[in-house]
């Protein structure tokens, strides 16, 4: 029996207005097409894409009152403030969908292009109206900057509105898109949000929903269907579904909304006022709310008005490791978050422990490329015994330049991002730490700046191993053609970029760093995704696309 699909179809020969126009009662907004960041897919994109070789990054973030409705808990404002502590992960757009948890009809939905603060103004969250929600900031690929392409995703289903807000990206989702084809389902674009949601929409065939949809069932199905790579927050009605998945590759954790006078209290001892999850829990302190735990790999929890529950765990296979990405310690995550048991502050701080060990220099002072690299320059300065202090003062009012799309902003990014404190450099031998090299363009102005200002030596140390493999999973590595590892070794690099040395930590020296501190686990659970590092891809390599 085929299986039973709330949403809309779309006959697939349709042209591209006849198809927007059939879907546009199931979709209320769409997310970006897919474009595969290596040369292998360029030959099966479909016309017109522009291959840009940029994945997506993004944060999500849910929150949910507890006790009677309505709330006295500003669920709109505590949503806002927690995309606001996840703006690092996603600066290009962002929005939030609210419910009053009464009816499944209608959501609030306000989103945009650029950044929160300027997205949500007072009267934009006044209209934003609930006792639960769920927001989403993002970045995407330059093709893709439109306010269509804004999260929340949202669908109309024969049982009430659908918001999924998604970090990641499906490693398989050409066999996803086939069967929600087959089931007569149309697709409008090539996103990985929208095959979720549609999936989502679709009955499983053995699960009997004679009393109402059965969303943990239908979660489950699509997570048998996706081994990863996403983490979810889903809401329908009163209910929201936090979910994770099998290889636990995109980070996602839960915390406790407490009374504003809680204290430090024990945290089981304090009354919740309501539940909130999240990409990390770095902006949890800021809207009084407090870290429980992390959403394991696999697991699907629903947060209601009454607390929290697991409602299922999808597992991997046995010979499948967990497969958390490495790459969220290096970069991605902001220092005070916390991932296994340990704050990613002090991973870095081993990472530059670890890369002194391998890496020594005699040198005058240890210093960063701020601000992802500082925590590592100080690890570093404490394992060699080397002072260290600042050298370069950045402009805090600059984005990041990892993400910027042309290799000519990205070097004019530098000149206005940094400036030289050339009393702290005159004369100095400087060990310059930074958190990674992925094009090569930024490091290269950074010495010469150092050496304008008077430094008779800089020794780049990098506090992780030379990327050299494109993220099918939802990080913005770009292709291997772009990374600069796989054009240099170290040694050319430095004479490249003009450095009198240039060391990488070791892959082995990583994973040691970032086990160090974490809480203590079955190591047979354990794991990382070092995909970007040495091509070994937990899922395989994704598959290519049909159409």
């Avoid at 509105?161 to 697709?187: P, Q, W």
């Avoid at 809401?235 to 839960?254: F, Q, T």
């Avoid at 060699?384 to 990205?410: A, D, W």
Wanted: net charge neutral.
């Amino acid at each position: 029996m085929m299986a039973q699909s709330d949403s809309g179809s779309c006959c697939a020969k349709l042209n591209k207005d006849e198809c927007c126009q059939k879907t546009k009662d199931v979709v209320l907004s769409g997310v970006s097409p897919k474009i595969f960041p290596d040369k292998i897919y360029k030959s099966v994109q479909p016309k017109g894409e522009d291959a840009t070789g940029m994945t997506c990054e993004c944060g999500v973030f849910g929150a949910i009152a507890c006790g009677d409705y309505p709330t006295q808990l500003d669920i709109a404002q505590m949503i806002c403030l927690g995309l606001v502590a996840l703006q690092h992960r996603g600066q290009e757009s962002a929005g939030i969908v609210t419910s009053l948890g009464k009816s499944s009809k209608n959501f609030s939905v306000h989103k945009g292009m650029g950044m929160i603060n300027n997205l949500f103004n007072d009267e934009a969250i006044k209209k934003l109206k609930g006792n639960l929600g769920i927001g989403h900031t993002r970045y995407s690929t330059a093709a893709a900057s439109e306010v269509v392409n804004c999260q929340p995703f949202v669908v109309h289903t024969a049982h009430g509105a659908l918001a999924i807000a998604h970090n990641g990206e499906l490693v398989n989702c050409e066999s996803l898109r086939r069967e929600v084809l087959e089931r007569g389902v149309g697709l409008s674009t090539h996103s990985d949000s929208e095959l979720i949601a549609q999936s989502l929409c679709c009955a499983p065939e053995d699960v009997s929903e004679h009393d109402g949809p059965n969303w943990p069932a239908r979660i489950r199905h699509f997570m048998t269907l996706a081994p990863l790579s996403y983490s979810l927050v889903v809401m329908h009605k009163d209910k929201i579904y936090a979910v994770r998945d099998s290889y636990g590759n995109r980070p996602l954790c839960l915390g406790k909304i407490v009374p504003v006078d809680a204290g430090h209290a024990n945290i089981n001892d304090q009354l919740a006022e309501g539940w909130v999850v999240s990409s990390e829990s770095c902006g949890f302190l800021s809207i009084g709310a407090r870290y429980v735990r992390e959403v394991e790999p696999g697991e699907i929890i629903e947060l209601s008005r009454n607390g929290y529950r697991t409602v299922d765990i999808v597992e991997r296979p046995d010979y499948k490791r967990m497969a958390f990405c490495i790459f969220e310690y290096v970069y991605f995550a902001r220092s005070d978050s916390m991932f296994e048991g340990q704050m990613v502050y002090s991973a870095r701080l081993q990472c530059g422990r670890q890369l002194a060990r391998e890496s020594p220099l005699d040198a005058d002072l240890v210093s960063s490329v701020p601000e992802s690299g500082t925590a590592a320059a100080h690890g570093y300065a404490r394992e060699s015994g080397l002072p260290f202090g600042e050298v370069l003062c950045k402009n805090r009012y600059v984005g990041r330049t990892f993400i910027q799309p042309s290799t000519r902003l990205r070097q004019l990014g530098v000149a206005k991002k940094f400036g030289a404190l050339a009393q702290n450099v005159e004369g100095k031998r400087i060990v310059l730490v930074d958190d990674s090299i992925v094009r090569g363009n930024t490091i290269g102005p950074i010495i010469k700046l150092l050496r304008d200002a008077g430094a008779t030596e800089v020794h780049i140390r990098i506090a992780s191993p030379p990327l050299q493999y494109p993220c099918y999973m939802g990080i913005n590595i770009p292709t291997r053609e772009e990374l600069i590892a796989n054009k240099l070794n170290a040694d050319q690099l430095a004479d490249h970029v003009g450095a009198d040395s240039l060391a990488y930590l070791s892959v082995e020296g990583l994973v040691k760093a970032v086990q160090m501190n974490k809480a203590h686990v079955n190591p047979l659970k354990a794991g990382y995704c070092t995909a970007c590092l040495t091509g070994e891809y937990p899922g395989g390599l994704p598959e290519e696309l049909s159409w």
